[in-house]
């Protein structure tokens, strides 16, 4: 690519790899768009944490990998027709997520009620992480009604959602930030 700009999707159409143009739009479109999002605030948390004062040199592997793997299913996305073609994430990614997952809840507190997203700065944008994770399954969701896909996508991003939750649980204990419950009958004027 010789430039950035090539004007091709200027009439809100685009390309999928294998050259079939879709609008921009389209559902497929759309779910390798979350992805996209997803990588992005992931990257975003990624940033933050490793600019802070405290190393978290442990969660930057992982998101190495994770940022690897959302690649890998968004280029799966963008090439209907060339399943198993190119990187897929599999079950041997979801259960290393699982391992993360129970890695790291097993120096957590039990939780006790629902928890407002936010804390620190890093676990803030990590609980961003895990909403758009849920966005961008959900779209892969919608994708899979239409289209067949890959069935470990839907289980790699709802092991991603969680794991990004108790990602955001350990960097705000790890800055001493407490987590703010939430209860019903609390709040709403009340």
Known sequence: MTRIYTRTGDAGETGLIG????????LRVEAYGALDELNSAVGAARAVLGSGAKSHA???AAFDQIQRDLFALGAEIA???REGQGPRV??????????LIDHFDAAL???RAFILPGGSPGGALLHVARTVARRAERRAVTLSRTEPLNPEMLRYLNRLADLLFVLARTVNARAGVGEAEWRPGKGAGR
């Open 58 to 60: 442990d969660l930057d």
């Open 79 to 81: 090439a209907p027709g």
């Open 109 to 111: 507190p039990e939780l």
């Open 90 to 99: 599999g079950a041997t990614d979801v259960e290393a997520l699982e391992r």
């Open 19 to 26: 050259g079939r143009r879709v609008p921009k739009d389209d």
